[in-house]
Nanobody, 120 residues
Framework: QVQLVESGGGSVQAGGSLRLSCVAS???????MGWFRQAPGQEREGVAF???????SYTDSVKGRFTISKDNDKNTMYLQMNSLKPEDTAMYYC???????????????WGQGTQVTVSS
């Protein structure tokens, strides 16, 4: 079955950058892929999505700062995060599903997360 493993999280000062990776075994190109985040006491938030064709979608708060991409040959997707802000601090999760809409509701396959901490 599908298994996802995130990496690349860490601590960085405001204005810095991080690149998250997600290796997805058992993934097929028909799946929607995305990144989510959840801060303590906050609701889970969809951050970025990428479809089979490579089309992307972002939540407003990260537009212009984050970039989602994928390398199908390596079964890996990435989240390049630039100009990080303290409010970006959260546990970041990657996920895949047959439907992006369904994924936003918690369905699909999820990794265990990687922590991103941005200090001011």
């Amino acid at each position: 079955q599908v298994q996802l493993v995130e990496s690349g999280g860490g601590s960085v000062q405001a204005g810095g950058s991080l690149r998250l990776s997600c290796v997805a075994s058992g993934y097929t190109s028909s799946y929607c892929m995305g990144w989510f985040r959840q801060a303590p006491g906050q609701e889970r938030e969809g951050v970025a999505f990428i479809g089979r064709s490579g089309s992307t979608s972002y939540t407003d708060s990260v537009k212009g700062r984050f970039t989602i991409s994928k390398d199908n040959d390596k079964n890996t997707m990435y989240l390049q995060m630039n100009s990080l802000k303290p409010e970006d601090t959260a546990m970041y999760y990657c996920a895949v599903d047959g439907s992006c809409l369904a994924m936003t509701k918690g369905s699909g396959y999820w990794g265990q997360g990687t922590q991103v901490t941005v200090s001011s």
